[in-house]
């Protein structure tokens, strides 16, 4: 029965773009093309004559719109914006459909550890101390999260400005593509009755909606345990009028600043062989450049290209295209501790399903176990192994970022059991992002300054110590069959665990407020660099110039919902749909 289980599975994945019939004449024979969609190819077959207006073939035309990244918000935004005109992405990464790091619930963690220069994840580590990770591949973030998905509550949506009707017509857009509805496992059973034990109500059941209580979230995870990204959202585009690059890596943004106010005229992009080209816009009124390249990227990109500080472009020689403090500005990170419950017996492996959403405004879920499938990809794990990291007996000062281009290890499972964790909402503190240098490859640095508001530090106590109440409840208890420990035990397992490069104090399991300082992690929610109001207009267009949008989380100043991964998406179909009813009113037929 599993063998045919997996049959099907495997039937149910295999690309769109295959014929269902194959030709009868023997040299015409089926292709299995690892691309997917027709419409997607290497940034090395843009043609040598793409600088100009038109190419030969009249295949590297100028565009109506040229989106910088291909991630959760660049896909249905190009998606949508194709069945209109023409829309070129480039994406710095590779596809997501043959990546098995990727692609399968159990690689999960083998895809973030993953520290080699093809890696779906890009790791880096801010001034912080903590570990973090960005996407290098089309679908971004939404191929190397959780695969947690919730919508944004009606708060949040009443303070970005947005159409209600319209966001609820963009987020079921989005569902019916790639959103599936979890089975609970035991665990994450025994989390929901435990947050429900201890007071975290009502009990939702399953829902988007982000709600006070404990609810069950979806996922894009099927129930074969494949992951379904964002990329998977190009299937709505027009094929005709969409064309993907892949590793294409944008250098800057190319400005015509003759005029009173900087004008986009394209951008320049080199290829996997290491070679430029220049894609231009479309002279026709309406079309632009957007950005989508994350809270990372997209303000790295607009300094890269002379939008920023004067005095930061001035250090590193940009030449100046227009003055604006704020690019970098209000970075935040919603920080996150875990407990560490271990197990006696084995535990199957589960990412978020079950989420506590408390009125306080922390979110509790809970992870668990270590997978590893056979087809994943075994390659450079550097400071992420097993050998020199989480849970490793190796002293932390003998960690050292250097170790991600020398060591190479075989992660295997070093702890058995469960992640509590709890996430901040709102925080208050802020840091800010500024370049190491102009390539364009390399991490810019990046500060969150976790806790640094009291205010902050003070919820994260509270948090904890509703987390513990949850991992000593008799519900919890009962269905895990665990040991009971007391709260200084189980905290002594997160501060041991050598989770970040932060200094750890003698005190730290005595004090919740110097423990939430000393094992805070990243839960890959950041956001902010490219605000509203600062960078960009409330219809995300760069103050200051012309034709140029930012479209991605970088223009968030909170993290919409329990994960802001269904609300990155939504926007980026939702921006679609008010860029083409602006531009072509009734005639969009969107």
Known sequence: MALKLFLFALLLCLPTSISSSAPKDKEHK??????????????????????????????????DYIVIGGGTAGCPLAATLSR????LVLERGGVPFTNANVSFLR??????????????????????????ARARVLGGGSCINAGFYSRADAAFVKRAGWDPKLVNESYPWVEREIVHQPKLTLWQKALRDSLLEV????????????????KVGGTIFDRFGRRHTAAELLAYANPQKL????????????????????????VIFKDENGNQHQALLSNRKGSEVILSSGAIGSPQMLMLSGIGPKRELKRLKIPLVLENEHVGKGMADNPMNTILVPSKQPIEQSLIQTVGITKMGVYVEASTGFGQSPDSIHTHYGVMSDKNELFSTKPRKQRRQADISRNKYQLQEAFNGSFILEKLAYPISRGHLSLLNTNVDDNPKVTFNYFKHPVDLQRCVEAI??????????????????DKQNVHKMLSLSVKANINLRPKQVNDTKSMAQFCKDTVVTIWHYHGGCLVGKVVSPDRKVLGVNRLRVIDGSTFDESPGTNPQATVMMMGRYMGVKILRERLGNKAGV
């Open 30 to 63: 089926l292709k299995f093309n690892p691309y997917r969609y027709t419409f997607i190819d290497k940034a090395s077959t843009f043609s040598a004559s793409s600088s100009s207006s038109f190419s030969s073939s009249g295949k590297d035309s100028t565009y």
């Open 84 to 87: 209109n005109f023409s829309v």
């Open 107 to 132: 690689n999960f963690h083998i895809g973030l550890a993953d520290t080699s220069a093809s890696s779906a994840s890009q790791a880096f580590v801010s001034t912080d101390g903590v570990y973090n």
């Open 199 to 214: 007071g975290v109500r009502p009990f939702n059941g399953f829902t988007y909606d982000h709600v006070s209580g404990t």
């Open 243 to 266: 064309r993907v690059l892949i590793y294409a890596t944008v250098q800057k943004i190319v400005f015509d600043t003759s005029g009173t106010r900087p004008r986009v005229t394209g």
């Open 465 to 482: 110590r509703l987390v513990s109440k949850v991992v000593t409840s008799n519900r919890f208890l009962n269905y895990t069959r665990c």
